[in-house]
C-alpha cells in the first residue's frame, strides 16, 4: 500500500450498559476513497461513527490520524481536526436561511457585525462547488428533503474536512436525487476526501465505493476492496450465514383473489389538495403494495382509509359498515391499523420501555380499568419478542436504544398484539437491513396466508413486486391504477410511476 | 454515468421566490401586527374624532416604556422555545431594593446599578437551572418568580415611596416641544430595541438564538455553544427586568411589593402578538415593539370610551386568539 491512510482506528472497544456495542474494530480510511460501512442493524455501524467523531469516547482502542495518535473529548474536537459527520437524521435549522445553515458558527465578521453579504456569497461559493444552485437567502424549510441533504454536505465540506463521513445518506432521496449526490460524492472523493458512506443498499455501496469493511454483532467481519467481492459473498458476511439469495425468494403466486371477500372499499374517497379521490378495494389475505414516489401521496391514502385522517369526500367502508371521516378509534376496533412511516414520531416511544411500546395498543384497547397484570404483559411481550426475532431480547430495554429494524419489530408486534385485520405498513423495511426485510417480507406473506389483509408502503419497487398481489401506483397524490403482480415486471410499474412526472419537477 | 448532465442538476435548483415576496412572507406576522396598529389608530380617529394626534402619539410610548423593555428581553427568551414568568416579580423586587436603598441615603449613580443587577442575579439563577440541570423554563422561572416576590415582601410589607431626582429624570423629564414629548426613559427603552435587533441579526449570538428555537439538538451537534446561550439569554432578560423595575419605580415614584403582578404575562402577549411562535425560532423584537404599542393603545381606547379598565383584558384576550390562529394558519401554508 502506497498511500498511508489518513485515519485509522484499531481496537475500538465501546461498552454501553449491558452491552458490548463495539469490540476491537479496526478501520482504515484512505484519503480520495469511498469506504462503505456494512452491516446489519445493530451491527456496531453507528457506534464506530459515533467513537470516531467523539460522540462516544471509546473504551479502548486508538485511533491515529495522519500516523499520530489522537482522542477526541467532544464532537467539536473531531471537527476541528477535520472530521466531518452528515447524520441521518438531518441536523440542520429549519426556520433559517439555506445560507446560514451551511454558514452557522463561521460566518464572516465585519466591525462586530455579522457580514451577511459575504456570508452569502460564501454559502452560494460552497454550494456551487458542488454544482447545487439554489436561493441562499430562501429558508430551508422550503426545500425538499434531497435538497436539505446537499445543504448538509456543502456546510460539512466547507470545513474542508479530511473526512466526510455519510451517515445513509440515501434513505429519503430517489434515484435521480441519489445520482446527483453520487456526482457530489465523486467530486469530494478526486478532491482528496475520504469518504465513509454508510447505506443499506447494496448496489449503491457497488456504484459508489472502493473499499468496504463489515461488521456484524460489534465485530469486525473485515475490510475488503468492492471490486473484489462478489454481493452473495457480502450478504453472507453481513448476516453470517448463507441465506438463499434475494432472488431466489419465492414470488408471492397471486390467486384470482374475487374468491376472497372484500375486507375495506373505499368509493371516491378522498380529500382536497391532499389525495384525488380515488377507489379501492382491498380483500382479506391479499397484499396490496403501494407503489410511487417520495410525495406522489402514498403515506396520505394510506393515512386515509386507516382512518387516522379525516376524508372530505366519498365513503369508506370497513366489511359494508361505514367508517365516518376521521374515525380512527372506530377503524381500529374493526380491525384497521395503520403502522407509520417515521418511527421516531408516529411509532415508537423511545423512553418506554420494549414491553410498554408492544402493548400500548392493546391495552388501550381493553381500556385503562383493565389493566393486564405485569405476570401477562411480560409474558406476551416476551412471545413477540422471540416471534419476530427482537435484539436485544430484553423486554425492560429502553426502546430508542434498538437500532431502526428491531424498532420496525416493535412497532409491528404492537399492531400485530391487537390481532388487525388489515395492517397497513408505511415504509416499513426503510432504513433497516437486508436480512430484517426479508424477515419482514415473509411475515407479510405469512399474515396474508393466515387471511390477514396488509397494504404495504414501499420505495423499493423490486420488494413491492416480491410480496405484493396487486400494486397500487401514486403520482402526484393520485392512485393512477392499480395492477395484478403476475407477471408483472420492474419496468411495468415504474412506466406508470414515472409517465408525466417528469415535464414538472417543480414542488 | 452521465452524473453531470445539465438535466440532472436542474432539479436541484429549487424554489425561487424573489427576494421581495420571500422578506415579506418572513415579516408576515409583523406587517399584520403594524397594520392592526394602524386600523387601531384609523378607527379610533373615525369613531372619536380628534384621536390621532401627537400628544397621542408620545403618551403611546410614554405610558409603557418598562413594558417595551420586558418584551424585549422575553422574545430572547421565547426565541428560544423558553419562558420567563419571573420578570414581573423581579419589577417589584427591584424597585424596593431601590426605594431601601435610597431611603439609607445612597446615592442613584450606586443604586440604579444595583436595581438593574438584582434582576440580572435571578435571571442568572434561572439561567443556571435551564441551561445546566436542564430544567423546564417555565419552572425554573416560576422559581424565580416565587424567589424574587418572597424577595420584595421581605424588602418591604408596604409600599415605599421613593424621592430621588436621578431617578425622576428618567420619567419624569418631559424632551421636545409642545404636544410632541418623549422621556429619558423611553429614548432607553427605544436605544434597548434597536440593540437587540442588531444582537438578533447581526451577532453569532443571536442567530444561536434562532438556531436554538428553530431545533435545539442540531443546534448543538453544528457546535453551537448552546448552554451559554441558553444561560446568557435569562440573564439578559433577568437584566432587562431590573431596567423595568427602575423605570417603574421612576414612574410610580415608589416600590410596592405588589408591583408588576401579572406584566411577566404582558410582555409574553406582547411578544406573541408581535408575531413570535411560542415554539421558538421566528419571530421579530420589532414585532414585540409593535406588541406593546397595540397593548398600549388598547388601554387609551378603553380610557377614551371611559368604559371599565378590565376590558382591555377582553381585548387583549380577543387578539392575542386572533394572532395565534393567524400564526398557525401562516404556518400550515408554508409548510404545504
Do not use: C
Not at chain 1, 51 to 57: D, F, K
Amino acid at each position: 500500500m502506497s498511500v498511508a491512510p489518513v485515519l485509522e482506528a484499531t481496537g475500538l472497544t465501546v461498552r454501553y450498559p449491558g452491552q458490548l456495542a463495539l469490540d476491537g474494530v479496526d478501520l482504515r480510511l484512505f484519503p480520495g476513497e469511498v469506504h462503505s460501512l456494512i452491516g446489519e442493524n445493530g451491527a456496531g455501524k453507528s457506534t464506530l461513527i459515533k467513537a470516531l467523531t467523539g460522540a462516544v469516547i471509546p473504551d479502548a482502542g486508538t485511533l491515529r490520524l495522519d500516523g499520530a495518535e489522537v482522542s477526541f473529548g467532544s464532537p467539536g474536537a473531531a471537527a476541528a481536526a477535520g472530521i466531518a459527520v452528515v447524520y441521518q437524521e438531518l441536523d440542520l435549522l429549519p426556520n433559517l436561511s439555506v445560507a446560514e445553515n451551511i454558514m452557522l458558527g463561521r460566518e464572516p465578521h465585519r466591525f462586530g457585525s455579522i457580514d451577511w453579504r459575504r456570508t452569502r456569497e460564501e454559502a452560494v461559493a460552497a454550494l456551487a462547488a458542488l454544482d447545487i444552485f439554489i436561493d441562499p437567502a430562501s429558508p430551508l424549510q422550503q426545500h425538499p428533503a434531497a435538497v436539505q441533504q446537499l445543504v448538509a454536505i456543502a456546510r460539512a465540506v466547507r470545513t474542508q474536512p479530511r473526512v466526510l463521513i455519510l451517515d445513509e445518506p440515501t434513505s429519503s432521496l430517489d434515484q435521480s436525487e441519489v445520482t446527483e449526490l453520487f456526482r457530489v460524492i465523486r467530486t469530494l472523493k478526486e478532491a482528496g476526501v475520504a469518504i465513509v458512506f454508510i447505506t443499506h443498499f447494496l448496489e449503491q455501496v457497488y456504484e459508489v465505493s472502493d473499499r468496504l469493511t463489515v461488521l456484524r454483532g460489534g465485530r469486525l467481519v473485515g475490510e475488503y476492496l468492492t471490486r473484489e467481492i462478489l454481493q452473495a459473498e457480502l450478504v453472507g458476511k453481513m448476516l453470517g450465514r448463507h441465506v438463499e439469495s434475494l432472488d431466489e425468494f419465492e414470488l408471492r403466486q397471486s390467486e384470482p383473489d374475487d374468491r376472497q371477500p372484500v375486507f375495506l372499499e373505499a368509493r371516491g374517497l378522498g380529500r382536497d389538495g391532499v389525495v384525488a379521490p380515488f377507489d379501492l378495494r382491498v380483500r382479506e389475505g391479499e397484499v396490496l403494495g403501494l407503489a410511487g414516489l417520495l410525495g406522489s401521496g402514498r403515506t396520505e391514502l394510506a393515512r386515509l382509509i386507516s382512518g387516522v385522517d379525516r376524508h372530505g369526500s366519498g365513503r369508506l367502508t370497513v366489511e359494508g359498515a361505514e367508517l365516518r371521516p376521521g374515525a380512527m378509534r372506530a377503524a381500529i376496533a374493526r380491525g384497521v391499523v395503520y403502522s407509520a412511516e417515521d418511527r421516531r414520531y408516529g411509532g415508537i416511544i423511545e423512553d418506554l420501555s420494549i414491553e410498554d411500546n408492544i402493548l400500548l395498543a392493546l391495552q388501550a384497547q381493553r381500556g385503562w380499568m383493565r389493566r393486564a397484570s405485569a405476570a401477562r404483559r411480560r409474558e406476551l411481550a416476551q412471545s413477540w419478542i422471540e416471534a419476530l426475532g427482537i435484539v436485544p431480547a430484553d423486554p425492560q430495554l429502553r426502546a430508542g436504544a434498538l437500532s431502526g429494524g428491531n424498532q420496525q419489530k416493535v412497532l409491528l408486534a404492537r399492531w400485530l398484539a391487537v390481532a388487525p385485520r388489515l395492517l397497513i405498513l408505511d415504509e416499513p423495511t426503510r432504513g433497516i437491513d437486508i436480512g430484517a426485510k426479508v424477515e419482514l417480507q415473509r411475515l407479510m406473506l405469512s399474515l396474508a396466508q393466515e387471511g390477514m389483509a396488509v397494504v404495504f408502503i414501499s420505495g423499493e419497487l423490486e420488494e413491492l413486486l416480491r410480496v405484493s398481489d396487486r400494486i397500487g401506483v401514486m403520482r402526484e397524490r393520485r392512485l393512477v391504477g392499480v395492477l395484478e403482480n403476475d407477471a408483472l415486471s420492474y419496468e411495468d410499474v415504474l412506466a406508470l410511476i414515472a409517465r408525466s412526472s417528469r415535464g414538472d419537477d417543480d414542488e | 454515468m452521465s452524473a453531470e448532465s445539465p438535466v440532472q442538476s436542474a432539479g436541484f435548483r429549487g424554489i425561487q421566490t424573489g427576494p421581495v415576496l420571500r422578506r415579506v412572507n418572513a415579516w408576515l406576522p409583523v406587517i399584520a401586527t403594524v397594520a392592526i396598529l394602524l386600523l387601531m389608530l384609523l378607527a379610533g380617529q373615525l369613531y372619536f374624532g380628534d384621536f390621532v394626534t401627537p400628544r397621542l402619539v408620545s403618551s403611546l410610548f410614554d405610558n409603557n416604556p418598562y413594558l417595551i423593555v420586558l418584551a424585549v428581553g422575553m422574545t430572547f427568551v421565547i426565541l428560544t422555545g423558553g419562558i420567563d414568568l419571573s420578570v414581573g416579580s423581579v419589577i417589584a423586587f427591584s424597585g424596593l431594593l431601590g426605594a431601601q436603598l435610597f431611603a439609607a441615603g445612597l446615592p442613584a449613580v450606586v443604586v440604579l446599578p444595583l436595581m438593574v443587577l438584582s434582576g440580572t442575579l435571578i435571571g442568572a439563577v434561572i439561567g443556571i437551572m435551564v441551561a445546566v440541570f436542564d430544567i423546564q423554563p417555565f419552572i425554573a422561572s416560576l422559581a424565580g418568580m416565587f424567589l424574587a416576590r418572597g424577595l420584595a415582601y421581605v424588602t418591604s410589607l408596604k409600599s415605599l415611596p421613593i424621592k430621588n431626582d436621578g431617578l425622576n429624570w428618567l420619567l419624569g423629564t418631559s424632551w421636545g416641544g409642545g404636544q410632541w414629548y418623549t422621556t429619558p426613559g423611553v429614548v432607553l427603552a427605544l436605544l434597548l430595541v434597536a440593540l437587540a435587533f442588531w444582537v438578533l441579526h447581526y451577532t453569532r449570538f443571536g442567530r444561536t438564538v434562532y438556531a436554538i428555537g428553530g431545533n435545539e439538538q442540531s443546534a448543538r451537534l453544528m457546535g453551537l455553544p448552546v448552554g451559554r446561550t441558553k444561560f446568557l439569554i435569562y440573564v439578559i432578560s433577568g437584566t432587562g427586568a431590573g431596567i423595568a423595575g427602575v423605570l417603574f419605580a421612576s414612574y410610580t415614584q415608589s416600590g410596592n411589593p405588589l408591583a408588576g403582578l401579572g406584566m411577566e404575562l404582558q410582555a409574553i402577549a406582547a411578544v406573541v402578538i408581535g408575531g413570535t411562535i411560542l415554539s421558538g425560532g421566528s419571530g421579530y423584537v420589532l414585532g414585540s415593539l409593535a406588541g406593546v404599542l397595540v397593548y398600549g393603545l388598547i388601554q387609551i381606547a378603553i380610557t377614551y370610551m371611559s368604559v371599565d379598565s378590565w376590558w382591555t383584558y377582553i381585548v387583549i384576550g380577543v387578539l392575542l386568539l386572533v394572532f395565534v390562529v393567524f400564526q398557525r394558519a401562516l404556518s400550515a401554508r408554508r409548510r404545504g
